[in-house]
């Protein structure tokens, strides 16, 4: 596709339900990230994939969440037993670098997945 | 740590009128900053940004910002409002322990009033 794509781009879960939240790069990037948004927040830094490595989780809130990238493509987040404080928008980004990725090129960000825990 | 203000969360212009979102950095360094704006339904897209290069960056839209050292800042101007420019707005620092993770400010929507 043209861009990064995330679906659903809507998911509405009862709390203590498992969530999967797919990411799909723009072909060929190396880098992959995830962020969380809560409502009237910036952007949060949550994981980031060299290819299928994970170099960095810091940012994931619990042992809940679990992001893979098995094939060094699409990337899946994992929310287990969701909580109402997961309520968020989730972005996933890609970039075809792996060093200084936002300062020598432009990472692209899918429009974001809405998760609703009611 | 690194760390990015925006000091409003909310601006109002009237089309055709100048835009300034303000934007300071809190930085031991020089760092790298940048400018990303959010339409509603849509991806996050890159503005510009500032990586110790020249002080005045241009990006696309019309869009520029100036960096000033002595004043710690980054805001963001455009001579002349549209209203296709109407969404929020983020500023954003990478911290120098990571070259890969970007910190976002609170944001700032900006308004266009016909």
């Known amino acids: 596709g043209a861009g990064v794509s995330q679906s659903p781009r809507y998911k509405v879960a009862k709390r203590g339900q498992d969530v999967a939240l797919r990411c799909d790069p723009i072909s060929g990037h190396v880098s992959l990230f995830w962020y969380q948004q809560a409502l009237g927040q910036g952007p949060e830094f949550l994981t980031y994939f060299q290819n299928e490595a994970q170099l960095d989780k810091s940012g994931l809130p619990s042992d809940r969440f679990f992001a893979e990238r098995p094939e060094g493509s699409v990337s899946t987040l994992k929310i287990q037993r969701t909580q109402q404080e997961d309520s968020a928008v989730y972005l996933c980004a890609s970039s075809p670098t792996r060093d200084r990725v936002f300062v020598n090129t432009e990472a692209f960000f899918g429009q974001g997945t809405r998760l609703t825990v009611v | 740590a690194q760390s990015v203000t925006q000091l409003d969360s909310h601006v109002s212009v009237s089309e055709g009128t100048p835009v300034l979102l303000r934007c300071n950095y809190s930085?031991?360094?020089?760092?790298?900053l940048f400018w990303y704006v959010q339409h509603p339904n849509k991806g996050l897209q890159l503005l510009l940004k500032?990586?110790?290069?020249?002080?005045l960056v241009k990006g696309i839209n019309g869009f520029e910002a100036e960096f000033k050292k002595s004043e710690t800042s980054f805001h963001l101007t455009k001579p002349s409002a549209h209203m296709s420019d109407a969404a929020e707005y983020f500023c954003?620092?990478?911290?120098?322990?990571?070259?890969?993770?970007?910190?976002f400010g609170s944001g700032t929507r900006l308004l266009v009033r016909p």
């Open positions: 954003v620092v990478i911290p120098m322990d990571s070259s890969y993770k970007l910190i």
């Open positions: 930085s031991s360094y020089s760092p790298s």
């Open positions: 500032y990586t110790s290069a020249a002080t």
